[in-house]
């Protein structure tokens, strides 16, 4: 199965206001994100069949959501999610455009199948680079150390050079 669907799926299905999914849908979903072997399995489909029908599950699901409150999906490192997962994201981000629906997706600079997707259907993107050193030193400085600390100018350096300008490995 998409490996998104597999992270995604529970987690949205435990939401409350996902009661406004169809039972047809919640089984359709279980088919991707339960994995024991039970003799009434759609095994006997095709891929692209089950494939459209996971499809048409999810959109449900994410509907009966956001029919209720607004939803903000944050998804991070989408440069390792498989061609599916990432056709499907892409699909989810453009139809969410006229629901209380908002994806936040990131991903490493290079290629990858969601950037591929997007690129087809026209998608906005933002490509953000790395922080240079002077900010990356404020930002450490402004989190990490007290008042009247002062780090050895080694480990700055250390730091800045792993976190390649990436805020989040500071």
């Given at each position: 199965?998409?490996?998104?669907?597999?992270?995604?799926?529970?987690?949205?299905?435990?939401?409350?206001?996902?009661?406004?999914?169809?039972?047809?849908?919640?089984?359709?979903?279980?088919?991707?994100?339960?994995?024991?072997?039970?003799?009434?399995?759609?095994?006997?489909?095709?891929?692209?069949?089950?494939?459209?029908?996971?499809?048409?599950?999810?959109?449900?699901?994410?509907?009966?959501?956001?029919?209720?409150?607004c939803l903000?999906?944050?998804?991070?490192?989408?440069q390792w999610?498989?061609?599916?997962?990432?056709?499907?994201?892409?699909?989810?981000?453009?139809?969410?455009?006229?629901?209380?629906?908002?994806?936040v997706l990131?991903?490493?600079?290079?290629?990858?199948?969601?950037?591929?997707?997007?690129?087809?259907?026209?998608?906005?993107?933002?490509?953000?680079?790395?922080?240079?050193?002077?900010?990356?030193?404020?930002?450490?400085?402004?989190?990490?150390?007290?008042?009247?600390?002062?780090?050895?100018?080694?480990?700055?350096?250390?730091?800045?050079?792993?976190?390649?300008?990436?805020?989040?490995?500071?």
């Amino acid at each position: 199965p998409p490996s998104l669907l597999v992270v995604i799926v529970p987690q949205l299905r435990e939401m409350p206001v996902a009661l406004g999914c169809s039972p047809e849908s919640f089984a359709w979903l279980k088919v991707v994100t339960e994995f024991e072997q039970r003799p009434d399995d759609h095994l006997q489909i095709d891929s692209d069949t089950l494939f459209q029908n996971v499809r048409a599950a999810l959109f449900d699901l994410l509907d009966s959501l956001a029919e209720e409150r607004c939803l903000v999906i944050l998804i991070e490192d989408v440069q390792w999610l498989d061609n599916a997962s990432a056709r499907i994201l892409v699909r989810m981000v453009e139809w969410c455009a006229t629901r209380h629906l908002f994806f936040v997706l990131n991903q490493r600079s290079g290629n990858s199948a969601v950037l591929d997707y997007a690129e087809k259907v026209c998608l906005d993107t933002l490509t953000l680079g790395p922080l240079q050193n002077v900010a990356s030193t404020a930002l450490l400085q402004s989190v990490a150390l007290q008042p009247g600390d002062e780090p050895h100018p080694e480990f700055i350096e250390w730091l800045l050079g792993g976190a390649e300008g990436n805020p989040f490995f500071l």
